[in-house]
């Protein structure tokens, strides 16, 4: 192996811990607004880099092309299945047959996990695509078994996207089987809570949880988890329903990120 490739990959730790500090430095010192956010984007290139090159180093090999596109449509139909759920559930509510038209009119672009937020403030993952400037700021993220998060920032070839264990994510989401709105938000550990659900709306342990599209960043019946605890909380209007996030935050490897295809 490279003498310098193998002396980044044994350090690999301690290079980022000064970068981490060198660059945080940095901001300290830069008072005008312009400044720090060069500064941020330059960090998020070179954290980037240095994450990937060091993780390749480590054996860790990208996806043949055709596991990408197998995981792709995976996610694809994963999706749509649950798609077709849903406009099932909603032509048995209304009990009449409906004609569902249904038309593909996105892309799911694929990205490989790199690393972790390199910027403190944000809950996230570090992600690398050689198309990643297709990508909008926003665009959500997923996987075959759900909603992952956000995008929230992009620098050529990377982008960090918010997971949604982070404190500042909010999900407008709607339960499946009685099609109830709420919001999920992270609960300080490894779960989520759907908030803003009224004590008299009945929930129940088991039930389907999923994005409602009533928001310009997620589309909809995305799912995000299920409910594994419901209170009843006494002097206060709403319950503390708890959610078990569908996807295992632990084992990301690859993640898609929804791209809206012009019509």
Do not use: C
Not at 124 to 145: E, F, P, R, Y
Not at 179 to 198: H, M, P, S, T, Y
């Amino acid at each position: 192996m490279n003498p310098f490739l193998q002396f980044v990959s044994h350090f690999r730790q301690a290079l980022l811990l000064w970068l981490y500090i060198v660059l945080s430095f940095l901001l300290i010192l830069s008072s005008e607004s312009r400044v720090a956010e060069g500064l941020r984007s330059t960090s998020l290139h070179l954290i980037g880099t240095l994450d990937e090159m060091a993780s390749s180093v480590g054996n860790y090999f990208y996806l043949s092309e055709e596991n990408r596109q197998l995981r792709k449509e995976n996610t694809r139909l994963a999706y749509e299945n649950f798609q077709l759920q849903d406009a099932l559930l909603e032509n048995i509510r209304l009990r009449k047959i409906l004609r569902f038209s249904y038309s593909v009119d996105y892309d799911l672009l694929p990205a490989k996990v790199v690393g972790f937020s390199p910027q403190s403030q944000i809950t996230g993952l570090l992600l690398s695509s050689d198309n990643m400037q297709s990508i909008k700021k926003n665009s959500a993220v997923m996987t075959a078994d759900g909603l992952v998060g956000k995008i929230v920032k992009l620098s050529g070839r990377f982008a960090i996207a918010q997971i949604l264990f982070d404190a500042n994510i909010r999900v407008s989401a709607r339960v499946q089987r009685n099609r109830e709105l709420g919001l999920i938000k992270w609960d300080g550990a490894r779960g989520l809570l759907l908030d803003q659900v009224a004590n008299t709306v009945r929930i129940e342990v088991g039930d389907v949880v999923y994005t409602s599209g009533m928001s310009q960043i997620y589309p909809p019946n995305i799912k995000i988890g299920v409910v594994s605890e419901v209170q009843e909380q006494e002097n206060v209007l709403f319950q503390r329903i708890r959610v078990i996030p569908s996807v295992n935050f632990d084992a990301l490897d690859e993640v898609l990120i929804y791209r809206e295809m012009p019509r």
